[in-house]
């Protein structure tokens, strides 16, 4: 299935959020240059979020001021206030993320205010971001359910995406923050942005708690979203979502996609890549492609030794 969809990386992002070890600014530079040199089209590196909630998150700055111009063309910064646009945009970020949850009661845990804050806040982010340059996502998490208030009702998703308050931004983010949804899920809330905003791209993020990852982002894909974000090895998660595990790994939607850039050669060599992040940070590695890879059926020329 080849698709003009494309992959965003996140594993430098959502995917350390959970984990009980850091990586230093050199190890991530390579992680990203790495993941650059395999032909990863888009990579979320870091984000703004307070270091002392998200210590993963520390070195995001340096990160963003050991890359290239050309490699930060690639890279996405997550962000949840104009400050943090300013910030990040001053450092050499050229693609901002401005993230807020469609439930005020994981907006309040995540960001600590409430959704009509930060909406309120999005034109000063639009206008920070356009004067450097930069691109900014509108990313809406709970946008399927909430870990505090349950099911989320579609409309307040929509609701947020018509908002004139979000004029200016480059795409939408919906979000299964949780993993809860499936694919039929997927599908509607897609096609349903995609139809309110042709102008703009649609990112799906999904997680895999419910083993339903690679099939939303296959519904997601085939209901008109241009990227899907995963991270290798299926790591990450929200410190403030209880319930929520892994991302959909990385290598599992390359997988089921095939884009044109990808080879056997380049899945073994993304495998690898996450097989040792995962060793130094001491998590297990959850693809499903990876396990594959790793298998005995060696007349598959997917199957690395």
């Not at 992002?13 to 992680?31: A, F, H, M, N, P």
């Not at 990112?203 to 982002?217: I, L, Q």
């Not at 993304?270 to 001491?282: D, M």
Request: aromatic share 4%; charged share 20%; with cysteine.
């Amino acid at each position: 299935m080849s698709t003009d969809a494309i992959l965003r990386d996140v594993t430098l992002r959502d995917g350390l959020q959970l984990t009980g070890g850091l990586l230093s600014t050199e190890r991530k530079v390579g992680i990203v240059r790495a993941l650059i040199a395999a032909g990863v089209p888009a990579i979320e590196i870091g984000s703004m979020a307070r270091p002392d909630l998200v210590p993963p998150m520390a070195n995001t700055i340096e990160l963003i001021e050991a890359l290239t111009p050309e490699e930060l063309e690639r890279c996405w910064v997550w962000v949840a206030t104009p400050g943090h646009v300013e910030k990040a945009a001053a450092a050499g970020a050229k693609n901002l993320q401005y993230c807020l949850s469609v439930s005020d009661a994981h907006n309040e845990a995540n960001i600590g205010r409430t959704t009509e804050a930060s909406m309120a806040a999005l034109p000063d982010a639009v206008a920070h971001a356009r004067k450097a340059g930069a691109k900014l996502q509108l990313c809406l998490a709970t946008s399927f359910t909430c870990p505090f208030e349950g099911r989320i009702d579609p409309e307040r998703v929509l609701k947020l995406v018509a908002d004139p308050r979000a004029e200016g931004v480059s795409d939408v983010v919906i979000c299964d923050t949780l993993g809860h949804a499936v694919p039929q899920e997927v599908t509607d809330l897609v096609s349903r942005t995609v139809a309110l905003k042709p102008d703009l791209g649609v990112v799906y993020h999904g997680h895999d708690t419910w083993g339903m990852g690679v099939a939303n982002a296959l519904a997601a894909i085939a209901a008109g979203a241009t990227m899907v974000d995963g991270a290798l090895a299926g790591l990450g998660g929200c410190p403030f979502a209880p319930g929520a595990s892994g991302n959909t790994a990385s290598e599992d939607i390359l997988f089921a996609t095939r884009p044109d850039w990808l080879t056997p050669g380049t899945l073994a060599e993304l495998v690898t890549l996450g097989e040792g992040i995962i060793a130094e940070l001491g998590e297990d590695n959850r693809s499903k492609a990876a396990q594959g890879a790793r298998s005995k059926a060696t007349a598959f020329e997917w199957v690395t030794s």
